[in-house]
């Protein structure tokens, strides 16, 4: 008779606590997770002399992915990290590094854009140098992270230039990219220059194609010196190199047409084997946040990380979801 109540004590227990987990769970719905979007991929990337695992895009709080590993190669999810609702907001903004709020899945599709015509005649690389780790997906020791740009080499304190004319939107030091600058284009395109040493220039200044725009470094996230570039439509990113030359100051094309194609990646996908999720926190983030935005109660993130909710999350760190 003793052992029938030991076993029943446990079987209420189990049944209790699932219960309570079950409701956690629900009650931490995220709706931003129903929009994701699905890239493929089909090449690895190098990582010498590039950003660093706690990338660019990862950190910043207004970059797309935020999940760095994915479950299987079939299913890659990109979290919604920016899918909020336009509002009437100045996207001149000189604070923030994406004020659109849009991603891949909903960036408005089907204009055909110039890259030079009569209000931006001419393309200059922003340095002639070798490329060190291209867009997409790459491996970093047990970790895949997204990359939303290239990574060129150029030696520490070297100049990098404007790739078009514009007006600098953007010029400050981000926890992410560093020292970073965007340029807002005649054309609706922007281009993103990060890891600068020292930057050269203010947010509303107009630039010609080749101004000195900064000089290399290795702020925010990043291992060695190298200048991340990218360009981006509406505050997305999508690979440079179909449409640039890092070599030479011309272009492989002059028009891109903005659909589903032009913001996929071009590296390979993580093998079955790596089946769990990551997250890295971001400054301001809570356990309830994180749990909010994966759909998972705090306790279990508790349980599974083999920390408290007491414990202090600090930026940069990884926190395992799945």
């Known amino acids: 008779m003793k052992h029938f109540w030991i076993i029943l004590f446990i079987f209420s227990y189990t049944r209790l606590q699932a219960q309570v987990t079950d409701s956690l769970a629900n009650s931490t719905i995220d709706d931003s997770l129903k929009n994701t979007t699905t890239l493929s991929l089909d090449s690895l990337a190098a990582t010498s002399n590039s950003d660093a695992i706690l990338s660019d895009c990862i950190i910043a709080d207004s970059c797309l992915p935020d999940i ?162 990218e360009i981006r439509y509406m505050g997305v990113p999508f690979d440079p190199t179909p449409l640039i030359y890092t070599l030479q100051d011309s272009l492989k094309q002059q028009t891109i047409t903005i659909n589903n194609a032009l913001f996929k990646s071009n590296t390979a996908p993580p093998p079955s084997k790596y089946k769990y999720v990551y997250h890295v926190i971001k400054y301001g983030e809570s356990l309830s946040t994180i749990a909010r935005k994966y759909r998972v109660s705090v306790s279990y993130l508790c349980k599974l990380n083999r920390i408290t909710t007491k414990t202090i999350l600090r930026p940069g760190r990884t926190l395992r979801i799945r």
Not at 129 to 143: D, I, K, T
Not at 163 to 184: M, W
């Open 68 to 229: 760095v590993i994915f479950e299987n190669s079939a299913t890659s999810i990109v979290s919604n990290a920016n899918s909020m609702e336009n509002t009437s907001e100045n996207f001149m903004s000189s604070a923030e590094v994406n004020p659109y709020r849009l991603n891949a899945s909903t960036v408005p599709k089907g204009a055909i854009i110039n890259l030079v015509d009569s209000g931006m005649p001419n393309y200059i690389t922003p340095c002639v140098c070798n490329l060190n780790s291209p867009f997409g997906y790459r491996r970093w020791g047990r970790y895949y992270q997204f990359h939303p740009g290239i990574d060129l080499n150029l030696a520490y304190g070297q100049p990098a230039r404007a790739a078009f004319d514009g007006t600098v939107r953007f010029a400050k030091l981000t926890s992410g990219y560093g020292n970073c600058v965007i340029i807002r284009h005649p054309n609706g395109l922007e281009t993103l220059y990060g890891h600068f040493s020292k930057l050269a220039v203010i947010p509303g200044q107009q630039v010609k194609a080749g101004d000195v725009v900064g000089y290399c470094g290795n702020t925010g996230y990043s291992f060695g010196a190298h200048l991340h570039f």
